[in-house]
């Protein structure tokens, strides 16, 4: 979150919401003539307005801290900066845009939805280890905000629903291959059930 204020900071003086400041800045932009470049970084920093950021860096806070209580900061970190990337690189290599019309992307929801991803592969997990009540209302909830936030995609033109989409696949991916890696007994993968 701090990262994305000091890219915001750096957006304010052009303006964050100026479309040719974004792209200077590090947009990503379709058609792009050479996609897989350090745009694939910068973009999932920078955000579209003061409501994008705040958005995604509440839900950054507000699921980072699960996976970070779950799964540790350096797994965390590490899920939310490969499904950011990811998330855009897939898009770049996948999406089709009008040739006549130049479409930007920038967003840090694709590293959200990773860590979305993430908690929900450690709630599946975690609840066929326990079958506890607890797990199973964790993993209905998540599955609510993941459907709630698909048909916000749908309605919504200027959100890239593929971007979530991939960056929820990647972060559920990395986690559940982080699951079958470790073997019964080690760490702790369980939720406290205080919560």
């Known amino acids: 979150v701090a990262v994305l204020l000091a890219m915001f900071a ?43 950021l705040i958005l995604n860096s509440v839900a950054i806070l507000f699921f980072g801290g699960r996976l970070e209580r779950y799964l540790g900061r350096t797994w965390t970190f590490t899920v939310f900066v ?9 898009a770049v290599a996948t999406l089709s845009y009008s040739p006549e019309t130049r479409t930007v992307l920038i967003g840090a929801s694709g590293g959200v939805m990773g860590i979305v991803g993430a908690v929900f592969a450690h709630s599946v ?28 995609d749908a309605a919504t033109p200027q959100v890239s629903g593929p971007v979530h989409l991939y960056g929820l696949a990647i972060g559920c991916a990395l986690t559940l291959a982080r699951n079958v890696r470790r073997s019964p007994g080690k760490g702790s993968d369980h939720m406290s059930s205080s919560r």
């Open 82 to 90: 490969c499904s950011n990337i990811g998330a855009m690189a897939l």
């Open 10 to 52: 750096l957006e304010s003086p052009g303006g964050v919401e100026d479309l040719e400041n974004l792209v200077r800045l590090g947009a990503v932009i379709f058609p792009a003539s050479d996609p897989f470049n350090w745009r694939l970084v910068s973009a999932g920093l920078l955000h579209f307005g003061w409501l994008h």
């Open 125 to 152: 997990v975690t609840f066929f280890k326990s079958r506890s009540p607890q797990h199973r209302r964790e993993l209905g909830l998540l599955s609510i905000i993941v459907i709630f936030q698909m048909v916000f």
